[in-house]
């Protein structure tokens, strides 16, 4: 399948996460070592990049909350979203909790009939 | 039949877990103007009339010199197509269209922000365009035929007009995708030899101006790490005149291409008449097994091949406004964006940004106001588009006759949403499978003539003559419901000539599987192993089920290594899984779960083992019970947190575990080896003496080329 597309889609979401990421070498390297991954994996391994890279940004979007600054945690939260939902339509991820409209992918993923 | 054999789901419904659908025909609106409505065609590109019926593809374009034979198979499988014939690429997809449009758009650029007006570029203006920087190429850059340059170009005007130019000089052309790093640019530049960069300041994605010339610097120092010299970085500005970058121009080295292009106004480049079987650009695919394959596809076999796909599949014609909704950074933008369309003389749109960019509501936009008539996306951007904005398409009014999906299988029910709500119900829709490799699609229907089936992409194309093999290259015939690997038994003009500059690895990926005999100059030994599993359905019309590098083959039923991860995972004291293949005398394979629990829970070992072997058989079935089910303390893991499956692999099956010295955690692998090595022994379950075959599947696992 021509699935590298995928890849290139990843790359671009975890390049807006190095521009809203804290400024500190720890998250930037956490960002940069799963950029790398996923330029060099096979096309599967972007679930493994995305299900790491959604919970780190998570964690800043708290940060962030916890500090105050209510323009980065909105940055954050968009970015946490961007890869949450990319990889969820991606079937890259597997949906959280309640299955809502259009959530086939869960279904799929997890072996029942649509 | 048993009770419990009914009640196994086949090999395609574990690996899809969709049903056979229903056929959906095309409205007599589409078949009336349809370019395929010609039944005949199918016996014209039998395989009785190979590979002479290919000519009707090559006739599609203008060529300097005919050729003198369509298929030379003298060098296996390096096949050469349409050997003595001559053409250039560019002449194709620009000159020969200004005598009847050269005041229609060619390409029809949309910005990302919506403030900034939308440029049509005319057949006329493209061809200026391309013979200004060929000139610049040649002139000031002076690269010269047969020249690898690299660019690192998102989706702007420029980077088509860098590749026809290219193509006008007879110089191949690399693309990077412009969300690839500095240093992966690099790579690929010194894999190419490159001795030119062309870039860009900035592009716009999400609503942000993004500096995009960082990357070059990176790009150029890991070339020259690896011994490739970059001379000349060309910059294009996103912004004439304005520079968007904070990276300084490094004198004498970077140059800003709308600064020097004065210089060449109203040049004109003759263009180089190149052999049919003249590398026209290389398009590299990541591997984890090496470094990246830079695919070479061929000037006048890639080219014939979109051009006859571009106009039986996606129906072409000059006066449509084309959108394929990808990046030119693939293959699909380079076949389905650039020289299929512009082969075809039709106008092709290009957007630059996010394709839910200021809101889900903005692809419809586009289609209503260009009038576009012809739609081509990838399954992953219509769950995007369903997602965030379900009711979107019918505030708009715009018309599709044909979309395309493309990159992945589509589930039914998202293609019913596709044909239902963006196709307004009127749209035909065709699904295809194909790969890099390929140069254009594999497996389609032939909208007007075939029916489609949603979650198949069906029969192969003109000319493609697909077969699945088992393991052991035994033909799997058609409504088995058996799965194995998809492969094409014939050559044909759109596959790749080699990859650059590593022809023992093209043939040993796509050919030494199935190959016959390797002293054969007849094609029929050949089959091109594409690397997907897919099942054919009685019908004739294939359904693809993913990467066979995912999958482990027990006693013929093909179990995906995410389906068994994902039941293992339903385990609620499951932190981690790992699926892995064990070399088993009577199933051939027999699956073995490493599973490490959650912290803080004490594992009780037999209850664990019957929870997973539970989820297992509930999720996806009986066959696919594991042999054994360890419970470790962690995965032996890369420094990025990535488990190393083949390292695991290794210790089932009593082989070597290589080197492990890059692991975060390699003190793990001799306590896990120890434990489970002794359980196994204890169980009864000694080493068996392995092939050299099985050793290199074992190292190879999970690392898919």
Redesign the interface.
Known sequence: MTTEYLRGEVLLLLEWAQRVAPCCRGAENAVTALSREAQSGPVDDLSWVLERAVPIVEAWCWDSLAAGDAAVFRRRCQVAAALYDFGICSNLLARRGAESPGASSTIWRNGAWP | MTTESVQQPSEAQIA????EEEYFYPPASFIAQANGTDPGLFDRFSLENFPECFKEYADLLDWDAYWHTTLDTSNPPFWKWFVGGRLNACVNCVDRHLPSRANQAALIWVPEPETEATAAITYRELWRRVNEFAALLKGFAGVETGDRVTFHLPMVPELPVSMLACARLGVIHSEV?G???GP?CGGRIADSGSKILVTIDGYY??G?L?DHKAKADEAVATAREQGVEIEKVLVWRRHPGVYSSKTPMVEGRDFFVDEILPEYRDALVDPVSMPAEAPLFLMY????TGKPKGCQHSTGGYLAYVAGTSKYYQDIHPDDTYWCF??I????GHSYIVYGPLSLGTTSVMYEG?PTYPDPGRPWRIAERLGVTTFHT?P??I??L???G?DEPAKYDYRFKHMTT????I????WRWYHQVVGKGQAVIVDT????ENGGFLGSTMPALQPMKPGSCGPGVLGIHPVIYDENGEEVPAGSGKAGNICIRNPWPGIFETIWGQPERFVQTYYAKYNRDPKSTDWLDWPYLAG?GAVQAADGYFR?L??V??VINVAGHRLGT??LE??TL?VEEIAEAAAVPVIDELRGRAVEMYVALKPGLTPAVDEIEAKVTAAIER??GKIARPKNVWIVPDMPKT?????MRRVIAAVSNFTDIGDVTTLANPEIVESIQHKVQAAKLERGQSPIELTPEQIAEIQAFG??E
Request: proline fraction near 5%.
């Open positions: 899809v877990h969709w049903r995708f969300g690839f790093s992966a994605r999400g942000e993004i695919t990541s591997g984890t990808a990046d950074g693939w293959i699909t996010a990838a992953t951007t769950r995007m369903r997602k965030l379900p493309v990159g992945e299988p589930e039914p029910e998202v499978w194909w790969q890099t997907d693809i993913g990467r590098d995912d995410k389906e994902s039941a339903t999720e996806i420094r990025s947190g990535k488990i690392s898919v």
